[in-house]
C-alpha cells in the first residue's frame, strides 16, 4: 500500500509544492518517498510515491518505478502477481526485482489494457509513456483504492487523498454546500449517489476503469470490467456451497501474501470470523485479531468474538469503547487526515483498530468488507427475496421462515411487512429513514430523492449492485483505506474477488436466504471451518457502537461545544436540534443524525468556518 500523486499540464509545478505533497504522503508511505518530471514539448507531468512496504521490501522495488519508456506509481496490490510473472516469463521478460510493482508495469507493457484480465488485486496507479507524453491512470474493480481528480485549464492534478492535491496545486477548495446537506440529510447511504464530494470540483477517476490523458489534456475513459447478474438455474445448492467455498479460500490464499505480519479485524458477525477461522484452520496462519466491545447490549458482540477466539485459539487485542474517552479530539484528526466527515460512527471506532494494529506492529489488516453486497446479510434483503419468489413454490415456506425467525429481531418498521415490496417494487423509504424529519431541521429547504441504478432485472441482485457500488462498500472502502493509511495500515478485503463476486451473482435466489438465514450459502460452506456459534447467530448487530458509548451528551462542557455557534448552524437549526441531544432512548436514525451533525461542525470548523 502506498500513495500516489502527481499532475499533467502545460505549467512546471514550483518544488516546494512537490516536496510539501511527499511530506504529507508520509502516512500513506512511510518507507521511501520521491518524484519524477517530464517534459513532452510543452507538457510537463509529475509523478510523486510514498512507499509503504509490503512485499519484496528492498528498494530496488522503490517508486516511481521505470521500465523502457514506461514510469510508474502504484498504491495497492496485485495479489496473483507470482502466477502473472510466470506468464510474462514464458514471453521472454526478465524481472529485477521480487515485487509485484515490476509484474505490474511489464503486463502493461505486453498486452497494454488486456492486462486488467489477468490482473486479480486492488490499485490505484499513473503510467507515463515518455515516448507519447500521455499518461493512463486506473483503478481496480471494486473502488478499493482512491484515486481524486482536480483539473484546471493549465493541467490535470490527481492523488490518492485530496490534501496531496491541495499541495500540488496550491489551491483552496471551496466546500460542496449541497454534499454538506446531503450528508446531514440523507446520511452515508447517499454519498456516492452523484459524483459529488464535499470540496467543488475534485471527482475520483472511474472504478473498474481507466483514463488516459493525451498533451492536450484531452481525457478519455472506459471500463474495462462490468459486474453482471447472470443466475444460473442449473446450480444446485450444493454446487453453490462447494463454489463459494472453494473460491473464498483460494480469494483468502492470495490475500495472506505480505512480506510483513497480517492482522485480522474480528467483530461478531460471520464476515470477519470467516476469514480469521479460514487463514487459522485451512492455511495454518498465525492469526491476531482486534475487536471493539462496546457495553450498549444493541451492539455488544462480545460472546461471538469470544466464541471464535476460543475457538481458533489465536492473539487477541480487545479494546473497550467508553464516553470517557476523548471520541471528540480522535473524530477531528479523523476529519483531519480524511479530507471530509466520517461515514458513520462505524469508522469513528474502526480507527482505534487501527491504532492499536499499528501499535502491535502489523502492516496489514484484513476485513470481512463486501459479504454483504454479494451474498446477502441486510434485513430488507429477506424482503426483497420474499418478492423475487413470490410466484414459486419456494414462497410459503421462506414467509414462514421470516415470520419466525426475522420479524421478532427487525427493528425498522418498514422492514417489518414481508410483503413491503409487492406492488410497490420501487419503494425505498426505509433506507433514508427518517429523513423527512431531518429535512425540517435544516436552515433552507433540502430534498433530494432517493435513486439507484439499474444493474440487474432481478429487485435482489439490483439492490445488492447499488449497496456494493454505491451505498454501502463504496463508502467503507474510502474510510476503510483511510482509517488504515493514517496509521500506516494496509486493508484488505478478501470477499472483493472478481471470481467469487462473478459467482455469487449467479447463485440461484432461493439458495440466498433459506430457513431464515442471511448468507445461507455462506454459512454452509463454511461448516467445520467456523464455530458454530457465530455460524449459526441469525441476528445481525453489525460493525457499529451506541453514540452515548462515545459521546457523553450528560457534559456540559461537550454540550455547551456542540451548541456554541459556527457555520453548522447555517445549515441546522440550533433550536430545533438541540432537544435531540437529550432524548434518553435514541433510535438507530436519531444517533446517526446527530454523528453527521457532529462531523459537518468539525469538518466546517476544521475548513475555516
Known amino acids: 500500500m502506498c500513495g500516489i500523486a502527481g499532475y499533467i499540464g502545460k505549467k512546471r509545478l514550483e518544488d516546494n509544492r512537490v516536496d510539501d505533497s511527499l511530506i504529507k504522503m508520509s502516512n500513506r508511505g512511510p518507507d521511501f518517498r520521491a518524484a519524477r518530471n517530464f517534459e513532452y514539448n510543452d507538457t510537463h507531468t509529475y509523478l510523486l510515491h510514498s512507499r509503504l512496504s509490503i512485499i519484496d521490501l528492498d528498494p530496488r522495488s522503490n517508486q516511481p518505478y521505470s521500465f523502457e519508456n514506461l514510469h510508474m506509481v502504484f ?327 421470516w415470520e419466525e425467525y426475522i420479524k421478532p429481531i427487525v427493528r425498522n418498521p418498514y422492514l417489518q411487512q414481508p410483503d413491503l415490496y409487492v406492488g410497490n417494487e420501487g419503494i425505498r423509504d426505509h433506507i433514508y429513514l427518517d429523513n423527512a424529519e431531518f429535512e425540517k431541521l435544516m436552515v433552507a429547504p433540502f430534498h433530494e430523492d432517493f435513486t439507484e441504478e439499474k444493474y440487474a432485472c432481478n429487485l435482489l441482485h439490483n439492490r445488492m449492485m447499488n449497496e456494493l457500488f454505491h451505498e454501502g462498500s463504496r463508502v467503507i472502502l474510502r474510510e476503510d483505506d483511510l482509517n488504515s493509511m493514517m496509521y500506516s495500515i494496509e486493508n484488505r478485503s478478501p470477499f472483493l474477488d472478481t471470481a467469487l463476486a462473478e459467482f455469487s451473482y449467479s447463485i440461484p435466489v432461493e439458495y440466498l436466504i433459506d430457513n431464515g438465514y442471511g448468507k445461507n450459502v455462506l454459512r454452509q460452506s463454511l461448516k467445520g471451518i467456523l464455530n458454530d456459534k457465530v455460524r449459526l447467530d441469525r441476528k445481525k448487530k453489525g460493525f457499529n457502537a451506541s453514540i452515548n458509548s462515545l459521546f457523553d451528551f450528560n457534559n456540559p462542557t461537550i454540550m455547551e461545544e456542540m451548541l456554541d455557534g459556527g457555520r453548522v448552524f447555517d445549515y441546522v437549526d440550533r433550536k430545533k436540534i438541540e432537544p435531540f441531544f437529550y432524548k434518553d432512548n435514541k433510535t438507530n436514525s436519531i444517533s446517526k443524525f446527530l454523528f453527521n451533525f457532529i462531523n459537518i461542525k468539525y469538518f466546517l470548523e476544521l475548513n475555516g468556518s
Not at 145 to 161: A, H, Q, R, V, W
Open 75 to 401: 498504491n495497492g496490490e496485485i495479489y496473483n502477481y507470482i502466477e502473472v510473472r510466470k506468464e510474462l516469463k514464458e514471453l521472454g521478460y526478465h524481472f529485477n526485482t521480487d515485487s509485484d510493482t515490476e509484474v505490474l508495469i511489464k503486463a502493461f507493457h505486453s498486452w497494454n489494457t488486456g492486462m486488467f484480465d489477468r490482473l486479480e488485486g486492488m490499485w490505484a496507479f499513473a503510467i507515463y509513456d515518455d515516448q507519447t507524453g500521455k499518461l493512463f491512470l486506473s483503478r481496480d474493480r471494486f473502488a478499493e483504492k482512491p484515486l481524486f481528480l482536480y483539473k484546471t485549464d493549465n493541467g490535470i492534478y490527481f492523488g490518492s487523498e485530496i490534501k496531496f492535491i491541495k499541495a500540488l496545486s496550491g489551491v483552496t477548495l471551496e466546500i460542496n454546500d449541497t454534499q454538506v446537506y446531503r450528508y446531514i440529510v440523507n446520511g452515508y447511504k447517499s454519498l456516492y449517489k452523484t459524483t459529488d464530494n464535499f470540496y467543488k470540483n475534485i471527482t475520483e477517476v472511474l472504478f473498474s476503469g481507466f483514463m488516459i490523458i493525451d498533451t492536450r489534456l484531452y481525457c478519455t475513459e472506459k471500463k474495462y470490467w462490468t459486474l453482471q447478474s447472470n443466475i444460473n438455474k442449473d446450480l444446485t445448492l450444493e454446487d453453490s456451497i462447494d463454489g463459494v467455498r472453494e473460491k473464498l479460500l483460494r480469494s483468502v490464499k492470495l490475500r495472506l501474501r505480505a512480506d510483513v505480519p497480517l492482522a485480522f479485524c474480528l467483530s461478531g458477525g460471520i464476515d470477519s470470523a470467516s476469514l480469521a477461522s479460514i487463514a487459522a484452520k485451512e492455511f495454518n496462519y498465525n492469526v491476531a485479531t482486534f475487536s471493539i466491545i462496546d457495553a450498549d447490549a444493541r451492539y455488544n458482540e462480545f460472546e461471538n468474538i469470544e466464541a471464535t477466539i476460543k475457538d481458533i485459539d489465536c492473539e487477541h487485542t480487545l479494546i473497550h469503547l467508553s464516553n470517557k474517552d476523548d471520541s471528540r479530539s480522535r473524530l477531528r484528526k479523523l476529519i483531519t487526515y480524511h479530507d471530509s466527515p466520517i461515514a458513520t460512527i462505524s469508522y469513528l471506532i474502526h480507527s482505534m483498530l487501527s491504532e492499536q494494529i499499528a501499535a502491535k506492529g502489523y502492516k496489514v489488516a484484513i476485513s470481512g468488507t463486501a459479504a454483504d453486497e454479494l451474498l446477502t446479510g441486510y434485513y430488507d434483503h429477506f424482503n426483497l427475496q420474499l418478492y423475487c419468489l413470490k410466484d414459486t413454490p419456494y414462497y410459503s415456506r421462506h414467509v414462514k421462515d
